[in-house]
């Protein structure tokens, strides 16, 4: 197994008092694609919230060997990890190319960024049509493009991903993912992918983690989950 | 016609001083939800510093920039120090927290320059403009200043990194930490240029209204009834709700009969409420709308 990106053991996490995660262990590799699934309100925001320091959270994460757990957002997020969350994140009153803006707001080299803003609109044509528009009058397929649009103009090592395919049509799906798989090999970007579409997802990732009201249920290659019917039958649904 | 004329100018003037508090009540409420009831005195206590130092025997201009300086750095160490600490807390515990600092800052200044009123000289001179009757040199001055400064935000706000970043902050702050902006500090620079902002206006407006610690009380509440006009979400509708406001007060103070002197502050909560019923939420302001 190649490099590990990140390592996170032994994570509980918490709304209020209410305890959503038991102890859940994961390990990235350095350029792979791994896969979260699991049923609703299995806690697999939770589990990427408690990546990037959104929601309280004890046990270890190490990115890149160094410890981040307690660490706000925003130096999680500047060390390389770029969280596209559910419901995408859209600034709704700024134009498309100002939420682009937005996403490089941490980077120290200035006189990359436009050239980084004409790289996203390269893999999304449909940003760069629409890149003096308020963004909260795009579609939601595009929203969710320009919201992995804006993760990539971090240059992130890291992309936490929350359910992009969510309300989108089958064909925009296929072609949003099809990105992805290009984005992993040619940006270098490795990939957490929380699904609800399993087959896609499985797809697309090398590595999968199933998971059942905040524990772990399961872990292994893709090839190995998707190949195995019982599995699939009793968690995956298809 | 000529007293009409002369009357909507002088509007115009102190209407200036109205959209500055207006914006930096709405700057503050963009940024943490609340409304800051002391921002008028943080503005008063401004001018005193503006007061002291020419005392001192600083230059006009000089004060001028300096207290806006330190009235940038004191915005940005009360938000550090007092807000940032209670950010997470319900509304009640803002809300006796801004009676506070009113409070603490209308007694501190009150205990450290007494209650007397003070002159405090205008840069431009009270004569007419030009030997003409319309507008004084003062008033215009303050039309200028307001609308540079105005100018400065809007170019500020539209087209630097640090603006969008605060925009960003202010819209939506869970997303602007998940592209790693400081969003606590942009709250803090939003205190302090709303600081700023208001000391410009106090110094403005000093050598109208006389220094003393309760000079801000009726400017801040036009500054609300204008900021509420423009509908708080709304910078720009702020600013024309100010001038809006400050040609309304002067025009009837004028010309309705019983108004005059005494009733003009009643004008400022009669427009707060007549546009919170008719419209609640501005004339520029966004309606939230809540998806189901
Ligand atoms: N802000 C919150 N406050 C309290 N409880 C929450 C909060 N957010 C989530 N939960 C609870 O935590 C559990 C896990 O939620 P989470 O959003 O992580 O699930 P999920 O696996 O992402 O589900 P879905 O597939 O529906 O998005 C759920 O039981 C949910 O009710
Ligand atoms: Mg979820």
Redesign the pocket.
Known sequence: MSACLLEATGICAY??P?Q?LFGLDLRLAEGGITTML?A???????MLRALSGMVRATGEIRFRGEPVLGQATEDIVRRGVAHVP?GRGTFTRQTVEENLQIGAMSRRDRKAIPGDIERVYGYFPRLKERRGQQAGTLSGGEQQMLAIGRALMLRPRLMLLD?PSFGLAPMIVAEMFEILRTLNRSEKVSMLL?E?NAALALDLADHAYLIETGRLVMSGPSAEIRGDESIRRSYLGY | MELLLHQVLAGLATGGIYACMALAVVMIYQAIDHLNFAQGEMAMFSTFIAWQLLQWGVPYWAAFVLTIAISFLAGVVIERTVFKPIHKAPVLTHVVMFIALFAIINSAAGFIWDFTIKSVPSPFGTQPLFGQRLISAHDAGMIAVTLVLLVLLYLFFRHTRVGLAMRAAAANPDSARLAGIRVGWMVALGWGMAAAVGSVAGMLIAPVVFLEPNMMLSILLYGFAAAVVGGLTSPGGAVFGGFAVGVVENLAGTFIPYVGRELKLSIALFIIVAVLIVKPSGLFGRRVVTRV
């Not at chain 1, 609703?40 to 939770?46: F, I, L, V």
């Open positions: 709304y209020g209410t959503v699991g609703n309100g299995a806690g697999k925001t939770t559910e359910e929380v609800q």
